[in-house]
């Protein structure tokens, strides 16, 4: 007689809210190995910015698909989708439970979901996109808007890249982005998957998020940053947040002070775009709602039990 195998487990949330502390104890618990649903820690020079767990925390525990891309190469999400399929399938296949973990939701909304058929965008297009954001963020939302006003608005607040992307996809194929992924096929079956977001308080991940950043400091993040500094500035990887204003101070642009709140800001604005986004898209997943790491190992225990 054979059993089935346990679900595939997700964990989402936003940015500092302890998803990888809890990551780590469902793969001691259920005998896992982890795989990174976030799209700034498949690059390798950004391991401090991106808060990639490092070796201690790692432990004896594998890890799949952190920092295995350059910054020069562009992870799309349909790259990311191909590479976690596998890993997942090949983790299952040794008897193991699959545990994605990270803060990208269209990430899991490709496994959950689907992932729509989009044509490569051309050079002209991105040029374009590219010289809009340059305007401003209402011109780039005023042109994302005319192509698909459904797309539009879904990007939260300033998601340059998701604005740019709908401009994008508009001016190559003329057709509205919401069009292409309104086709999609999940990759994973319904029951095979379990999702649970960290949704902790809002005011206590902010100061989080403060503290994090410091530490990101101590560690070499301003280092990580000059490392990268004479790559392209338009590539994804560079767009990672805090990098932006570390850059702008390298460039003189800034005094270092201004650029670590400058950081600290995005980084509290991108954690709020991130609650919006799994507050919407995920509001069937189990929630873990407290920073206190003993209170949250506690809640996570108890849906482990119940989810797998």
């Excluded at 902790?200 to 000059?226: C, S």
Aim: proline letters at 5%.
């Amino acid at each position: 007689m054979t059993t089935s195998p346990r679900p595939v487990l997700l964990i989402g949330g936003p940015t500092a809210s302890g998803k990888t502390a809890l990551s780590l104890m469902a793969a001691r618990e259920l005998d896992g190995e982890i795989i990174n649903a976030d799209s700034m820690q498949i690059y390798r020079e950004l391991p401090v910015l991106s808060a990639q767990p490092d070796d201690r925390e790692r432990g004896d525990i594998p890890h799949h698909l952190f920092g295995v891309l350059g910054v020069d190469t562009p992870g799309s999400t349909g790259w990311w989708a191909r590479e976690a399929l596998a890993r997942l399938n090949e983790v299952r296949a040794q008897g193991k439970t699959p545990i994605l973990v990270g803060g990208t939701g269209l990430y899991f909304n490709a496994l959950t979901v689907g992932l729509a058929e989009i044509p490569e965008t051309s050079a002209e297009a991105r040029a374009i996109s590219e010289a809009l954001e340059a305007k401003g963020m209402p011109a780039l939302r005023e042109a994302a808007e005319r192509f698909d006003p459904d797309a539009a608005g879904r990007a939260l607040g300033d998601d340059r890249q998701r604005l740019r992307r709908i401009v994008e996809v508009g001016e190559t194929t003329g057709r509205a982005l919401s069009e292409f992924q309104k086709d999609t096929t999940p990759l994973l079956e319904p029951e095979s998957w379990r999702g649970v977001v960290v949704e902790p308080d809002r005011a206590e991940l902010y100061a989080r998020i403060n503290a994090r950043f410091d530490a990101m400091l101590a560690a070499g993040a301003l280092d990580e940053a000059r490392a990268v500094a004479h790559h392209d500035r338009t590539s994804p990887a560079l767009k990672a947040v805090g990098l932006p204003s570390l850059l702008a101070h390298l460039d003189g642009e800034s005094e270092l002070q201004t650029a670590i709140d400058l950081a600290k800001r995005d980084s509290r604005r991108y954690a709020k775009r991130q609650y919006t986004w799994f507050r919407n898209q995920c509001a069937n997943w189990s929630r873990i709602g407290t920073l206190d790491v003993t209170l949250a190992h506690a809640e996570f225990r108890d849906l482990l039990a119940k989810l797998v």
